[in-house]
């Protein structure tokens, strides 16, 4: 089954600095790769994702991602973050010809002003 | 904008009782799923429910956990004898298409506390 790590469980940046959550995947097909962010006490809101076509998908927020077949990754980034940006961000895989989306462990991000 | 419900949002319940969480996915999705949260860690598959019957499902879906789509608009998880370890948000989501290809819609979840 596909899965996807992400490292790093919290990661903190400064208000207007640059965010950058790591994500790497496993699946034996092509996957579908998504973000998700959670704020305290919500569900979850998808913030972009990737199935086919352009690597680097642009998503809610300011956030992008890219997709690197060769790295196995699907880091998101965003230029300059705000305070509001303060949230746990999971990144999830699926693939087209299975109906199990699996999610990383999450990362918490702080944003210090 | 298209919403997942989930009813309740808190649920506390005895060990051994049987629970049952309730979502009404979005109405011209065909493809629903279940996930749970235990406080502070990953979000897990439970199982996934398309054309009236599970399409896939986790080692954590035991015996004790049952879905149901009872009526065409409302998608039902039942825990038969809960117990301690339950004790998780769960979160409904659905899809419109096979390997959520256009992302799942999740609903905000119930937290169920089981004492």
């Known amino acids: 089954a596909q899965s996807v790590t992400q490292l790093g469980s919290h990661v903190s940046v400064s208000e207007g600095a640059l965010v950058l959550l790591r994500c790497n995947y496993s699946s034996s097909v092509p996957p579908y790769l998504f973000w998700y962010v959670q704020y305290p006490n919500q569900g979850l809101q998808l913030l972009l994702k990737y199935t086919t076509g352009a690597t680097l998908v642009k998503g809610i927020n300011g956030f992008e991602a890219e997709f690197k077949k060769s790295e196995t990754s699907f880091h998101l980034t965003k230029p300059s973050a705000h305070m509001s940006d303060a949230a746990e961000y999971f990144c999830a895989v699926s693939t087209y010809n299975n109906n199990d989306m699996r999610f990383g462990a999450g990362t918490r991000l702080t944003v210090k002003p | 904008e298209p919403e997942v419900t989930q009813t309740p949002s808190h649920q506390v319940t005895q060990m051994g009782q049987e629970v049952i969480l309730r979502c009404v996915p979005i109405?011209?999705?065909?493809?629903f799923y279940w996930y749970r949260q235990i406080l502070g860690q990953k979000v897990e598959f439970l199982v996934s429910f398309y054309n009236n019957e599970i399409s896939e499902k986790s080692e954590i879906f035991d015996d004790q956990f049952s879905v149901e789509r009872p009526d065409g608009s409302n998608f039902t998880l039942k825990i038969r004898s809960t117990k301690l370890e339950d004790s998780a948000m769960y979160f409904c989501a659905s899809s419109d298409l096979a390997g959520g290809g256009y992302g799942y819609t999740f609903g905000s979840g119930t937290r169920l506390t089981v004492v």
């Open positions: 109405s011209n999705h065909l493809y």
